[in-house]
């Protein structure tokens, strides 16, 4: 939020266990350095902001980016094997939302908003 200056970083709340000094005494040094962390954790192309209660710090979703080259072959809940000759080659191919579904997995439901999303319930 600060690297894209949507919040100040005297304004940013505190959270227990999170021990990050935000304000870098001017913004231009705050928004710096939140570019740079923002960076080092790679960051760059989520475009939402990350929360802090959320469907991954309850142990109900993950982050992944999935591509493949030719044909996947992939098994399913059911144990049958899965042909996907279908683009795109990645986790925003309709038919790996069916495989991944029979394994109780969710493509999230925001379409690009946050490609490598996957849940228990599509949130």
């Not at 591509?67 to 042909?83: D, F, M, Q, R, Y």
């Not at 939302?97 to 490598?116: E, I, L, M, S």
Request: aromatic share 8%.
């Amino acid at each position: 939020m600060i690297a894209h200056r949507k919040i100040l970083p005297q304004n940013v709340p505190s959270y227990p266990g999170v021990y990050i000094e935000w304000n870098h005494g001017t913004n231009d040094k705050s928004i710096s350095s939140a570019k740079r962390m923002v960076n080092a954790f790679g960051m760059q192309g989520l475009h939402v902001a990350p929360a802090l209660n959320s469907r991954h710090t309850e142990g109900h979703a993950i982050d992944m980016n999935i591509s493949w080259t030719g044909v996947l072959k992939i098994i399913n809940a059911s144990g049958e094997t899965i042909e996907i000759n279908t683009s795109p080659c990645s986790g925003m191919n309709a038919k790996l939302h069916q495989v991944a579904k029979t394994y109780g997995v969710v493509k999230f439901r925001g379409g690009f908003k946050d490609v490598p999303h996957w849940s228990t319930d599509g949130r």
